[in-house]
């Protein structure tokens, strides 16, 4: 699925978020699917975005420039697949 | 987004394993051929329940996220489903794998009761003759009892796990049948060369032709069957099968074995591979993190005689262990390297330098052939 800046995504509930030195390993412990987030800043993105409206509201809240959000958007429609965040609207 | 690749950050080392093999007991009901921890006997020193929950409270802290437990026979021990109800309600998913020999009706539905559990029955035949020559007589009809009760149970999808050899290679596309009747996923790995396996192993291993045969099987149907990654040596062939194509061990595998000694990885049961003990000071984390042993896996490594070969990018030089326990140099190829390299090596490893499984909790002969004719 894809997600756009207006979408609001939450980290789904049964996701483990365990920090590495390249950013973070994230577990679904119900689908059992692993996944690396491979940045500091996409890690805190996806710790932080069941707080905001949008993901817009999110990148600007965590200061993440402008010219990486088509990347991070990229990044998170991936992370709706494996399910390890979801669209709440 | 990251100057590294993955493998390059994986291969220096995670804060925790993402792939935790935790043996629970040498004891077994079965004697296969080609058990990885020539298993058989309890050891008398093994952890007791209380030293098993303190390891899992640690691993909690640690955020791992699931162990796969395994033997000998996990589920032998008297405690079993306490040790895993304590890991499981402490957020530590449980994988097991069994033979099946203890999965009745009632466990069964116990089984099925129980959240982030998976479940594998080891099975390595689709017939009884295939299998039981090498799991022992009456192994299949107590796997295919264990998978019926778990469907009785409606456990829903269990795995079934095959060791592939010389003599199973051509039933493949039968066991992917076979868990697909069950609603089971199909799980294959590599046999490795280590504990009884390493008595085994030349008789057993598939042949190059046969090498070739399991590499175009998992291109076609790789998507839905596992292989916990251990056919990554097959990437020389061309194209790379799907999964980590790297040795994890002491990077982001390790062995747990009944009595707390931790290795790099379940195939390397010998005091080369020990990087402590979960009992000593500082627990698991202590040595997975500081071992002097696991410190120096995570260092590059070298590539020795396979540096010139064009595949060393898609192979990565193979398995450690089957190198190992075939007597091959660490920094060579593997004896399985499908372009041959390996091979011609092994007739010149003189046997006395082949090394050792530093333990063997087989059973003794004598009880082994009184099982035999009891049955």
């Known amino acids: 699925m894809t997600v756009t800046l207006e979408s609001a995504c939450e980290l789904h509930p049964q996701v483990a978020i365990r920090p590495e030195p390249f950013g973070a390993l994230a577990y679904h412990y119900g689908n059992r699917r692993l996944v690396f987030l491979r940045h500091p800043d996409i890690v805190r993105v996806v710790k932080t975005m069941g707080e905001h409206k949008t993901l817009r509201d999110t990148f600007v809240a965590e200061g993440v420039a402008e010219s990486r959000w088509p990347s991070f958007i990229e990044a998170l429609s991936s992370l709706t697949t494996s399910e390890i965040i979801r669209v709440l609207s | ?375």
């Open chain 2, 1 to 375: 987004m990251s100057s590294h690749s993955l493998g390059q950050q994986m291969k220096q080392g995670l804060d925790a394993p993402i792939c935790l093999t935790w043996e629970l007991t040498y004891a077994c009901n079965l004697a296969c051929v080609h058990c990885l921890s020539s298993s058989g006997q309890r050891d008398d020193r093994e952890l007791s329940t209380e030293q098993a929950k303190a390891v899992l409270d640690e691993l909690a802290a640690l955020q791992v996220f699931y162990i796969n437990i395994g033997g000998g026979e996990p589920m032998i021990r008297r405690d079993f489903f306490e040790i895993v109800e304590h890991s499981i309600a402490n957020n530590i998913g449980v994988k097991f794998s069994t033979n099946g020999a203890f999965i009745d009706k009632k466990n069964a539905e116990r089984l099925t009761a129980m959240e982030y559990l998976d479940i594998q029955i080891s099975l390595d035949g689709t017939d009884a003759i295939t299998n039981d020559a090498v799991r022992g007589d009456g192994s299949f009809d107590t796997a295919i009892r264990a998978m019926d009760n778990l469907k009785a149970a409606g456990f829903g999808q269990f795995k079934i796990s095959v060791v592939v050899t010389r003599h199973n290679v051509d039933q493949l596309d039968e066991f992917k049948a076979l868990a697909d009747s069950y609603g089971a996923q199909l799980r294959i790995t590599r046999l490795r060369p280590a504990g009884r396996g390493a008595d085994t192993w030349d008789e057993l291993h598939p042949t190059n032709a046969q090498q070739r045969q399991i590499y175009n099987w998992l291109l076609a149907h790789g998507e839905n069957v596992l292989t916990g990654d251990s056919f990554f040596h097959l990437n020389a062939f061309g194209e790379s099968l799907p999964g980590l194509n790297l040795c994890g061990a002491g990077r982001v595998v390790c062995l747990i074995d009944p009595i707390g000694d931790v290795y790099a990885c379940p195939f390397v049961i010998h005091d080369t591979f020990k990087a402590g003990n979960v009992l000593e000071d500082g627990g698991f984390t202590h040595v997975w993190r500081e071992s002097d042993l696991f410190t120096e896996l995570r260092e590059p490594q070298s590539a020795g005689a396979c540096a010139s070969c064009g595949a060393f990018d898609a192979c990565q030089g193979g398995c450690m262990a089957a190198k190992f326990f075939t007597g091959l140099p660490l920094d060579g190829p593997d004896p399985e390297c499908v372009t041959g390299h390996g091979e011609v090596l092994l007739p010149s490893v003189p046997v006395s330098l082949v090394p050792r499984p530093s333990m063997d909790h087989s059973k003794p002969a004598r009880t082994l052939i009184k099982s035999k004719v009891s049955t």
